[in-house]
């Protein structure tokens, strides 16, 4: 009964959602936006290989990588859309 009291009980991770991390998103949707073709599509490659090292470097599971990577580029890709749509409206408003 005395060895349980010091048995480490499993532990889990819990990382700060990408999601969340609002200057990052706003960062890469603006890169995005600059970029065309090629360019864009190695941006983006390189910028989400790089946040799924560092969420696996941290313990993250793979499953919870993945889950997080598809979360920030849905929240990227909502970022893109509001911009365009902030122009338009700017746009609109000129004419």
């Given at each position: 009964m005395?060895?349980?009291?010091?048995?480490?009980k499993?532990c889990t991770?819990?990382?700060?959602?990408?999601?969340?991390?609002?200057?990052?998103v706003?960062?890469a949707?603006?890169?995005?936006?600059?970029?065309h073709?090629?360019?864009?599509?190695?941006?983006?490659?390189?910028?989400?290989?790089?946040?799924?090292?560092?969420?696996?470097?941290?313990?993250?599971?793979?499953?919870?990588?993945?889950?997080e990577?598809?979360?920030?580029?849905?929240?990227?890709l909502?970022?893109?859309?509001?911009?365009?749509?902030?122009?338009?409206?700017?746009?609109?408003?000129?004419?």
């Open positions: 005395q060895a349980n009291l010091y048995a480490q499993p991770l819990n990382v700060f959602p990408l999601t969340h991390r609002r200057e990052l706003l960062q949707a603006i890169a995005l936006d600059r970029l073709g090629p360019s864009a599509d190695q941006y983006w490659i390189s910028q989400c290989r790089s946040l799924a090292s560092q969420l696996s470097a941290l313990g993250c599971p793979e499953d919870r990588v993945r889950v990577i598809m979360a920030f580029q849905e929240a990227v909502s970022t893109l859309v509001d911009m365009q749509t902030d122009l338009t409206a700017q746009i609109v408003m000129r004419a």
